[in-house]
C-alpha cells in the first residue's frame, strides 16, 4: 500500500514539473529579414564643364594656281604636327541606357608643318594651325559609369601660312584664314567619382579645299608688304586625340531596387 501512494505521488510531482519546465526555455530571439540589394546607377544627366589635352596631325597638300597657264600644278604635301589644349562645356540627358548630348570646345593647337615646293623649288611653305572649335552632337550608350560615345557637327580652324626663301630662309609671303568644316569622333568616358568623369576622344575634321591669295612679306624687293605674290590653292583635313576630365553637375547615383 505505501508503495502505491508513493508512486502515485511521484507521477502527480512529475506531471506539475514539466509545464515549468518549459517555461524555463529561453525564447528564441527575433532577426530582421535581410535588406534587398540596392544596385548603384550612374548618371550622365547635367551640365558639365572640361579640360582636355592631347595631340594632332593636319594634312596639307598646296596647287599653284598658275595665272598664265588656267592650271592649277602640284605644289608637295606635308603634315602639320603639334600638341593642344583646351577646354569643352556642354549637357547630357540620360534616357534608359541611352545618353544624348550637345557640347561646345575649344582649343589652342600648335600643329605645323613644312615642305619645299615641287613647282616653285625656291620656297618652303609652311603652315600651321593655331586654334580650333567644335560644335558637335552626342549620342552614347552607358554600361552605369562607362559610357561610348559617338558625335558629329560643325568645325572652325585657325590658319597661318608662310612662304620661306629656301637660299636666306627668309619669309618672303604670308596668308591666313578661319576656315569652316564638319566633324565625326568618338570617345569612351569613365566616372571614377559622382560628378567627375575621365575619357579619351578621336575627332577628325573635314576641312575641304580653298583658293588663298598671299601677300609680300617686306623681305625682298619683289615681295613687298602688301603685295600679291601668288595663288594657292590648299586642302587639309585634321585628325585628333585627346585626354579629357569633366566636372558635372546632377544626379551622380539612381538606387535601384
Same mark, same amino acid.
Given at each position: 500500500?505505501?508503495?502505491i501512494l508513493?508512486g502515485?505521488?511521484?507521477?502527480?510531482?512529475?506531471?506539475? !514539473?514539466?509545464?515549468?519546465?518549459?517555461?524555463?526555455?529561453?525564447?528564441?530571439p527575433y532577426?530582421?529579414?535581410?535588406?534587398?540589394?540596392i544596385a548603384?546607377?550612374?548618371d550622365?544627366?547635367?551640365?558639365?564643364v572640361g579640360?582636355?589635352?592631347g595631340?594632332g596631325?593636319?594634312?596639307k597638300?598646296?596647287?599653284f594656281? !598658275?595665272?598664265?597657264l588656267? @592650271?592649277?600644278v602640284?605644289?608637295?604635301?606635308?603634315?602639320?604636327v603639334?600638341?593642344?589644349?583646351?577646354g569643352?562645356?556642354?549637357?547630357?540627358?540620360? !534616357?534608359?541606357n541611352?545618353?544624348?548630348g550637345l557640347?561646345?570646345?575649344?582649343n589652342?593647337?600648335?600643329?605645323?608643318?613644312?615642305?619645299?615646293g615641287?613647282?616653285?623649288t625656291?620656297?618652303r611653305?609652311? !603652315?600651321?594651325i593655331?586654334?580650333?572649335?567644335l560644335?558637335?552632337?552626342q @549620342?552614347g550608350?552607358?554600361?552605369?559609369n562607362?559610357?561610348?560615345?559617338?558625335k558629329?557637327?560643325?568645325? @572652325?580652324?585657325?590658319?597661318?601660312?608662310?612662304?620661306?626663301?629656301?637660299?636666306?630662309g627668309?619669309?618672303f609671303?604670308?596668308a591666313?584664314?578661319t576656315?569652316?568644316?564638319?566633324?565625326v569622333?568618338a570617345?569612351?568616358?569613365?566616372g571614377f567619382?559622382p560628378n567627375?568623369?575621365?575619357?579619351i576622344?578621336?575627332?577628325?575634321?573635314?576641312?575641304?579645299?580653298?583658293n588663298?591669295t598671299?601677300?609680300?612679306?617686306?623681305?625682298?624687293?619683289n615681295a613687298p608688304?602688301g603685295?600679291v605674290?601668288?595663288s594657292?590653292r590648299?586642302?587639309?583635313d585634321?585628325d585628333?586625340g585627346?585626354?579629357?576630365v569633366?566636372?558635372?553637375?546632377?544626379?551622380?547615383?539612381?538606387?535601384k531596387?
Amino acid at each position: 500500500m505505501n508503495k502505491i501512494l508513493i508512486g502515485a505521488i511521484g507521477v502527480v510531482a512529475l506531471s506539475l !514539473s514539466a509545464p515549468a519546465n518549459a517555461a524555463d526555455l529561453a525564447a528564441r530571439p527575433y532577426t530582421k529579414a535581410p535588406a534587398p540589394m540596392i544596385a548603384a546607377i550612374y548618371d550622365w544627366s547635367g551640365f558639365y564643364v572640361g579640360i582636355n589635352g592631347g595631340g594632332g596631325s593636319s594634312h596639307k597638300c598646296w596647287d599653284f594656281i !598658275s595665272p598664265t597657264l588656267g @592650271v592649277n600644278v602640284a605644289d608637295g604635301c606635308h603634315n602639320a604636327v603639334g600638341g593642344t589644349v583646351g577646354g569643352q562645356f556642354g549637357y547630357r540627358w540620360q !534616357s534608359a541606357n541611352w545618353v544624348f548630348g550637345l557640347e561646345g570646345q575649344g582649343n589652342w593647337a600648335d600643329f605645323s608643318g613644312d615642305n619645299i615646293g615641287t613647282f616653285n623649288t625656291l620656297l618652303r611653305n609652311r !603652315s600651321k594651325i593655331e586654334a580650333f572649335g567644335l560644335f558637335t552632337g552626342q @549620342v552614347g550608350y552607358a554600361w552605369n559609369n562607362v559610357l561610348f560615345y559617338v558625335k558629329g557637327g560643325g568645325a @572652325v580652324v585657325a590658319d597661318r601660312y608662310r612662304g620661306y626663301d629656301v637660299v636666306t630662309g627668309l619669309e618672303f609671303d604670308r596668308a591666313s584664314e578661319t576656315r569652316w568644316g564638319g566633324t565625326v569622333g568618338a570617345g569612351v568616358e569613365f566616372g571614377f567619382a559622382p560628378n567627375w568623369s575621365l575619357g579619351i576622344e578621336y575627332d577628325h575634321i573635314f576641312l575641304g579645299n580653298r583658293n588663298l591669295t598671299f601677300t609680300g612679306s617686306g623681305n625682298f624687293i619683289n615681295a613687298p608688304i602688301g603685295a600679291v605674290t601668288r595663288s594657292e590653292r590648299i586642302s587639309q583635313d585634321v585628325d585628333i586625340g585627346l585626354v579629357r576630365v569633366n566636372y558635372r553637375w546632377g544626379g551622380p547615383v539612381i538606387a535601384k531596387y
